[in-house]
């Protein structure tokens, strides 16, 4: 499965983001979804992923309450919502696709996609 991430950018802190992914190549449904990212100099932190039917969704420690995961199967895409941003959040936001929910969160697993840029800053 491809992957293309969009929605990312400069914000300001205190901002919102919403950021998407869409997928092809295979069936979108087969696939559980997540979004890691990662930080100038720090590793790839998972950040959140969710059910091939969008019916269970999980947080990385910390992240459940800011970070809203979300899919729309007929439409191939996955979203992340970003509330109150810090410049903590800076960071290369990326898609994954797996078929096993567990393994989303796995940063060696799955495919990826190339990643957006979100920066915030005043």
């Known amino acids: 499965v491809q992957l293309v991430e969009s929605g990312g950018g400069l914000v300001q802190p205190g901002g919102s983001l919403r950021l998407s992914c869409a997928a092809s190549?295979?069936?979108?449904?087969?696939?559980?979804m997540g979004w890691f990212r990662q930080a100038p100099g720090k590793e790839r932190e998972f950040v959140a992923g969710i059910s091939r039917s969008g019916e269970t969704t999980y947080y990385a420690d910390g992240m459940k309450g800011r970070f809203t995961i979300s899919r729309e199967n007929a439409n191939k895409t996955v979203n992340l919502i970003i509330n109150s941003l810090t410049p903590e959040d800076t960071a290369v936001y990326y898609c994954?696709?797996?078929?096993?929910?567990?393994?989303?969160?796995?940063?060696?697993?799955?495919?990826w996609g190339q990643g957006t840029q979100v920066t915030v800053s005043s």
């Open positions: 190549g295979r069936t979108f449904s087969d696939y559980a």
């Open positions: 994954t696709a797996d078929r096993d929910l567990i393994l989303v969160a796995d940063p060696d697993s799955g495919s």
